[in-house]
Structures are given as C-alpha cells and as structure tokens.
C-alpha cells in the first residue's frame, strides 16, 4: 500500500511568523507531489506542485522536496489568519492524498 | 465558466434508499474521480476513471457505484449496501490519470456534496 503520511496537527503560529508543514511518502517512484489548502467545509484548493528536488516559490508558499528522504514540505511566510486550514499533500502518479494537516493562524 | 459542477450540495438519504450525486465538468479532461471525506479525515478513493465506459475501484468501492458514458459526466451512486453513507463526497478530474513528471497534469475538485442519512 502506497503511504502519504502528515503530522495531523493542529500546528498553531502566530501571525507574521514562519508555518512548516511536512509530508513523507513511501513510494520511491514518485515523481510528483502536490500541496492542496482546505478550509472547513469547502473543497481542497490546488496551491502548488513540485517535481525536482530542491526548492519552489510562489509568493509566500514555498515547496521543498528530497526524494532521497522521501520528503515534502510546504512553508508558508508571513502566515496570516487566512492560512488557517487544513493542507493536504498528494504524491505519485495516481495522485495518493495524505491525511492532512490542521494550521492555527492566531492573530 | 471551465470547472467541475457538482449536484446536488446537500442531500439527505433514507435507510434502504439509493441515492445519486451528479459531476460535470466542462474542462475536457480524460479522468474523473471520485473520493470520501468524513470530519476530520483525509480522502479516500471511492472509484475514478481515465476514459469513458471504462472505470477502477479505489480504495472503498464497496456500497457505491459509477457509471461514466459521457466524457464530461461520473455520476456517482451510493446503494442501500453502503451502511454508513454520512459523508462529503468530492468528485475530481485531471487531464488524465498519471500525475507524471512535467506534465503539468493536477487534479481539480468540484464543491462537493454533503451526504446525511437520516
């Protein structure tokens, strides 16, 4: 069985700090990973996908991703209140969904 | 408007009773998916399909079915078999199914369908 595995949370920052939030995956060939946001009671929001090592920014989010250790993360500059909701990872070619993480934004 | 139309948003389904939830969408994508989502957790595959008449169960076919004669349509059914139905339920699409390098191929979601048996 195919793993995407996320701290459930709830990660709690203050507002204007750094949020961290992790993702490993246990299948070696996959080649592709995606970072989804989920308010509470609405559909996952596509944020950003990452296929190379290294590092991916798009405005405040940035994707980090090491094959080696099998390990995505999403961080998330300056959080604001907003960002409060659950992230959701998904790696692999059929798209294998995390449990997601719950983030706390407190003013 | 291209997106993923889902319908209806809230339904509520009788002990014994089959019950159906519609998706459209109009983004001329090959593959749609169907997944469950109960409070608090994660999502699991229900069913998805990468062509038309053709479609794979996921990880928790069992109490539901789908049908998939159009391209731009996945109705999902969920029977009197599936005991414990209460859930929100999201169809999805992609271009196709593997979420390869490069392509540039992601997965969209609908606005999902609130599901309560009473």
């Known amino acids: 069985q195919k793993e995407v595995e996320q701290n459930s949370g709830p990660l709690s920052v203050p507002e204007g700090a750094i949020a961290s939030l992790n993702c490993t995956y246990s299948?070696?060939?996959?080649?592709?990973f995606f970072w989804y946001r989920q308010y509470s009671g609405k559909s996952p929001e596509l944020i950003m996908f990452?296929?190379?090592?290294g590092d991916k920014e798009d405005g405040r989010f940035t994707a980090q991703l090491n094959k080696a250790s099998q390990y995505v993360s999403l961080l998330i500059r300056d959080s604001q209140p907003s960002d409060s909701a659950t992230y959701l990872c998904a790696a692999g070619q059929n798209f294998v969904f995390g449990p997601g993480t719950r983030l706390s934004v407190l003013p | 408007d291209g997106g993923i139309t889902q319908s209806p948003k809230y339904l509520f389904r009788k002990e014994g009773q089959n019950v159906t939830l519609s998706c459209e969408q109009n983004?001329?994508?090959?593959?749609m998916y169907w997944y469950r989502q109960d409070p608090g957790q994660g999502l699991r595959l229900i069913y998805y399909?990468?062509?038309?008449?053709?479609?794979q169960k996921g990880d928790i076919a069992e109490g539901y079915s789908v049908s998939r004669e159009k391209k731009e349509s996945f109705p999902l059914t969920v029977t009197s078999a599936q005991k414990n139905p209460t859930a929100f339920y999201l169809c999805?699409?992609?271009?196709?199914?593997?979420?390869?390098?490069?392509?540039?191929?992601?997965?969209?979601f609908g606005e999902g369908s609130w599901l309560t048996v009473v």
């Open positions: 983004l001329n994508h090959d593959a």
């Open positions: 299948d070696r060939g996959s080649q592709s």
């Open positions: 999805a699409s992609s271009i196709f199914r593997s979420g390869g390098r490069g392509t540039g191929n992601t997965i969209y």
């Open positions: 399909s990468q062509i038309v008449n053709d479609f």
């Open positions: 990452i296929y190379s090592n």
